[in-house]
C-alpha cells in the first residue's frame, strides 16, 4: 500500500547547506562555551591576584612600589582577560615599572599563590661620589662596585669618597673603572686610613694610574697593576726612613709609588728669609732604606 503522502528526496545541494549551517551553529556554540568558561574561570577569586608584597630595601617605599605593581595589574588582555588572571599576570611590566624607583635594584616578580604576587629586590648604598671637577659639582653616587646607580645632591663635606675620571664624564649606568679596580682603591684608601693618611678624593686614568690626594694637602701617585699593600708597605718604608721621618701632609707635593720599590718625592722646601728655593726630586730604593739612609737627589 503506498503511502498518502510520499518522502521527496532532499536535494544533494540543500543537504551540504543544512549540513554547514549545523556545523556553523555547533561551532559558535562550542566557542560560545569556551569563552563563557575563560570569561568566568579567569575571574574566579582563587586565581585572581589581589594581594602585592614588597620585600627589600630599608629606605624604599613599599606602598610606592605597591601601586606601581598594582597600576600592571588592571585591564584586560584583548579587552577579554584580566591582567590580574593568576596564570598570565604581567610579570615583566611589573619589575620594569618596579625598575623606575631611583636606588633599586635586581628586582624579582613570583607569584606566591593564586592571589598574592611578590615583589623582592635590593637597594643601591652609596659607597663613593663621581664627580665632574674637584668642586664636587654635577656628581652621582656610586655603589659598593662602582657602579653610577642615582644623580647626586650638591654635597659638602668628606663623608663620601670623590672620585674623578680624566677621560670620562659621570654617566648613569656606567660604572667609574672596573670592579676589580674600583675594590683595590677602597683597599688602598682603607690601608692609608689606618695608618693615619686620609684621602679625600681620587683622579683615574685609562692606564690604571691613579693620583690619592691627601687631607692636608700632597698626592699618592699609584698604579693599580701593583697590589695595595706592596705600595702602602713600599711608602712606609719611605715615610719611616731618617731622611723622610718629618714628611707629612702638606710638606710635600707628590710621591710617586708607581714604580715598585723605586719611589720617586716631589718635597716643598721650607722658605727661607735669605732666599726661596723650589722643589726636589728625591729618588729612594725602598729595599735599600731598610738597611742605609743614602737617597740619591736630583
Avoid at 63 to 89: C, D, H, M, N, S
Avoid at 220 to 245: A, C, G, I, W, Y
Wanted: hydrophobic share 45%; charged share 20%.
Amino acid at each position: 500500500m503506498k503511502s498518502p503522502f510520499p518522502l521527496k528526496k532532499i536535494n544533494p545541494d540543500t543537504r551540504a547547506l543544512l549540513k554547514q549551517i549545523f556545523l556553523g551553529v555547533g561551532i559558535i556554540i562550542t566557542v560560545g562555551c569556551v569563552l563563557t568558561l575563560i570569561w568566568h574561570g579567569t575571574r574566579a577569586e582563587s586565581v585572581t591576584l589581589t594581594t602585592v608584597e614588597v620585600i627589600g630595601g630599608e629606605t624604599i617605599n613599599h606602598t610606592a612600589v605597591r601601586v606601581l605593581a598594582l597600576a600592571e595589574l588592571e585591564g584586560q588582555y584583548a579587552g577579554f582577560i584580566p591582567k590580574r588572571f593568576a596564570w598570565l599576570y604581567p610579570k615583566s611590566a611589573i619589575a620594569l615599572a618596579v625598575a623606575e624607583v631611583p636606588r633599586i635594584h635586581s628586582i624579582e616578580v613570583e607569584r606566591l599563590d593564586g592571589q598574592t604576587v611578590v615583589v623582592s629586590f635590593l637597594e643601591y648604598w652609596p659607597d663613593a661620589l663621581w664627580c665632574v671637577t674637584l668642586a664636587a659639582e654635577n656628581c652621582v653616587f656610586l655603589d659598593e662596585t662602582g657602579y653610577a646607580y642615582a644623580q647626586s645632591p650638591t654635597l659638602d663635606g668628606g663623608s663620601l669618597l670623590r672620585f674623578i675620571h680624566t677621560s670620562q664624564t659621570p654617566e648613569l649606568g656606567q660604572s667609574l673603572v672596573i670592579k676589580s679596580d674600583f675594590l683595590l682603591l677602597n683597599r688602598l684608601t682603607d690601608l692609608l686610613a689606618e695608618q693615619g693618611w686620609f684621602v679625600s678624593h681620587v683622579e683615574v686614568d685609562q692606564a690604571r694610574d691613579a693620583f690619592l690626594h691627601v687631607v692636608g694637602g700632597g698626592e699618592f701617585k699609584v698604579t693599580l697593576t701593583q697590589s695595595p699593600d706592596e705600595t702602602v708597605e713600599n711608602l712606609f718604608v719611605v715615610l719611616t726612613s731618617k731622611e723622610f721621618v718629618d714628611l707629612a701632609p702638606g710638606t710635600f707635593q707628590y710621591i710617586d709609588l708607581r714604580f715598585g720599590n723605586k719611589v720617586f718625592i716631589n718635597e716643598e722646601e721650607p722658605v727661607l728669609e735669605e732666599a726661596a728655593t723650589s722643589t726636589q726630586d728625591v729618588i729612594l730604593e725602598t729595599e735599600a732604606a731598610t738597611t742605609s739612609d743614602e737617597a740619591e737627589v736630583e
